[in-house]
């Protein structure tokens, strides 16, 4: 395995750690999360299980979808990013939910606002490693394909269905869903150049440790 390889890896599993740290802080803030993560809330709510094992449920349906919309076969690796963010969801959700629980207007859009800023940082962190396709991403993209659109109101649309899915199943539709559905392309989009950075001083001194053991 290259150091390459390493740190990629390194960054897809702290980035899904922060993200998923994020949708725990949103979900608990009691005023609406992400689209797709009111979607898992809702069914969560609705039929039991536990949130992190909708995401694999709803990610393996995308999987399907997007393999039938473009007549190619199945992406079954994305499954892994499901998989590992599916249970980090519910290792942070369980973990806080004693101990954040926000009673004021203020509390609550304070904690949304940790979970957007969190949240931000681990996909830019996870996009930075560019390690397994995301199947929310991969949908964008064949909806773009499909319809011409370009990629913002692609996005839009897709989040536009899940919204509308997750208020059927009860989901945790509300302003909070406003703001991050506004707002998280603008965090991730700010932490890009520091992750890109990061991954790159990493490398930096993971070649020359490398040297010096060599020499």
Not at 72 to 77: C, I, T
Not at 118 to 124: N, Q, R, S, Y
Not at 127 to 134: G, S
Request: hydrophobic fraction near 55%; aromatic fraction near 14%.
């Amino acid at each position: 395995m290259t150091l390459r390889t390493k740190n990629r890896i390194f960054f897809y599993i702290i980035g899904i750690i922060i993200m998923t740290f994020g949708i725990a802080l949103t979900i608990h803030s009691h005023l609406g999360t992400s689209p797709f993560d009111a979607l898992l809330v809702g069914l969560y709510r609705t039929f039991g299980l536990t949130i992190g094992s909708w995401e694999v449920v709803v990610a393996f349906s995308l999987i399907l979808f997007n393999a039938l919309a473009e007549r190619k076969k199945p992406e079954f690796f994305a499954i892994i990013t499901a998989l590992v963010t599916g249970f980090f969801i519910d290792v942070w959700v369980f973990s806080t939910e004693a101990w954040i629980e926000p009673e004021t207007a203020g509390m609550q859009l304070t904690c949304l606002l940790f979970g957007l800023f969190f949240a931000g940082l681990g996909i830019a962190v996870n996009l930075q490693a560019d390690f397994a396709p995301n199947p929310f991403d991969r949908t964008m993209l064949v909806v773009k394909k499909l319809t011409g659109l370009n990629v913002s109101i692609s996005r839009a649309l897709v989040s536009l269905v899940l919204a509308a899915i997750a208020f059927l199943f009860n989901g945790p539709i509300g302003v909070g869903t406003v703001i991050i559905t506004l707002f998280s392309g603008i965090v991730i989009h700010f932490f890009m150049p520091f992750t890109a950075k990061a991954e790159s001083l990493m490398n930096r001194n993971s070649a020359n440790k490398q040297k010096v053991h060599i020499s």
